[in-house]
């Protein structure tokens, strides 16, 4: 079996709701709305039923709840409120498609964020909850968002960790937005990679060492970057002529590259890409990958890299039991929850 651990739907209730509070909303919006299967649930049923053996954990799409909620953190948790009900409604009603759900944590909204994360996990039964890799362009290392890692730390829920980036963020200084979409083609994984970085360094890991934190798209720029990571970062320090990077690198409990090596998971969804998953695998090992297809963001709006991940996997020289592990095995351990029957 088959359980694709990172895809995207909007809930009906959710949909609705995001487009009466979110004005202006465009670039990825437009991007998601244009895929039926985002928000068509009989559209999307068909699609997962084009693979045997295969189902969806569901998560809400891009745009983040700071860019729809235009920074009001009410607003926000409204947001969470409703696609985290809407989400646990979907997975209630069509079991054999969608097994589990992905809960959406607003962390703009402080402690009652939390709160609503606890609530999704505790009460609605989600797998985990997903962040992005910045909080309208606050960084997650922030001390106001502590109470948020404190807590998935405390009960062991897993995070999924997506990218945020948008055009308004520009290429060089100077230039007012992105161009030719570099702000998700490179943005996306630049921006997952620092916010991994983010953890590392500012010793959130070290603080609260129960985290299982999911990096989208295989880790982004991590795998094809070791030798940066690892013996580039080994001389933290050597480059900054205004920061104590010494004492930082030397109060870590273990090397850089070991953290994110051991302290995260990663997920299949490359765009169907086999060398990234192969440098994926290779880097992480078949114990801290988890399959995603990242569907329905893909040409043919769903269908297309779910089997091409496929394709990629079945391919490669695994033996039965790490397919297994990525397929479904990893997931249901990092989760604690039986996904497969």
């Known amino acids: 079996?088959?359980?694709?651990?990172?895809?995207?739907?909007?809930?009906a209730a959710?949909?609705?709701?995001?487009?009466?509070?979110?004005?202006?909303?465009?670039?990825?919006?437009?991007?998601?709305?244009?895929?039926?299967?985002i928000h068509d649930l009989d559209v999307r049923r068909r699609v997962v039923e084009q693979f045997p053996d295969y189902a969806q954990v569901l998560s809400i799409p891009m745009p983040t709840l700071e860019t729809v909620s235009r920074g009001n953190p009410e607003i926000a948790l409204e947001l969470a409120r409703i696609a985290n009900d809407g989400l646990a409604e979907l997975v209630a009603k069509h079991p054999r498609h969608f097994p589990a759900f992905v809960a959406q944590a607003p962390l703009s909204a402080r402690d009652a964020g939390v709160a609503?994360?606890?609530?999704?996990?505790?009460?609605?039964?989600?797998?985990?909850?997903?962040?992005?890799?910045?909080?309208?362009?606050?960084?997650?290392?922030?001390?106001?968002?502590?109470?948020?890692?404190?807590?998935?730390?405390?009960?062991?829920?897993?995070?999924?960790?997506?990218?945020?980036?948008?055009?308004?963020?520009?290429?060089?200084?100077?230039e007012e937005k992105s161009l030719y979409e570099i702000w998700w083609t490179f943005g996306w994984p630049y921006e997952t990679s620092v916010a991994m970085a983010r953890l590392v360094f500012s010793r959130t890991l070290d603080k609260y060492p129960n985290l299982k934190i999911i990096a989208h798209h295989l880790g982004a720029m991590v795998p094809y970057h070791e030798g940066r990571v690892g013996p580039g970062w080994d001389q933290l320090g050597k480059r900054t002529s205004d920061e104590d990077y010494f004492?930082?690198?030397?109060?870590?409990?273990?090397r850089p590259l070991d953290y994110f090596k051991q302290d995260f998971y990663a997920d299949s969804a490359v765009f169907g890409s086999r060398a990234a998953t192969v440098c994926g695998l290779e880097f992480y090992g078949p114990d801290r990958v988890v399959f995603a297809s990242?569907?329905?963001?893909d040409p043919e709006g769903g269908p297309g890299y779910i089997r091409e991940t496929i394709k990629i996997l079945d391919g490669l020289p695994l033996s039965r039991e790490d397919r297994e592990k990525i397929y479904h095995g990893n997931l249901e351990r990092i989760t604690g929850r039986k996904l497969v029957s």
Not at 1 to 11: G, K, L, N, Q, V
Not at 247 to 254: G, P, T, V, W
């Open 247 to 254: 004492a930082l690198l030397a109060s870590l409990k273990k």
């Open 14 to 37: 959710y949909y609705r709701r995001m487009e009466e509070v979110g004005s202006g909303l465009k670039d990825m919006f437009r991007r998601a709305r244009a895929v039926q299967s």
């Open 116 to 174: 609503e994360s606890e609530r999704a996990v505790k009460e609605l039964g989600a797998l985990g909850v997903q962040i992005f890799s910045n909080v309208g362009g606050k960084p997650l290392d922030r001390p106001e968002f502590e109470p948020f890692f404190a807590a998935m730390n405390r009960r062991g829920a897993p995070i999924w960790l997506h990218p945020s980036r948008g055009a308004e963020h520009p290429d060089y200084l100077g």
């Open 1 to 11: 079996m088959r359980i694709d651990a990172f895809t995207h739907f909007y809930p």
């Open 294 to 297: 990242d569907c329905p963001f």
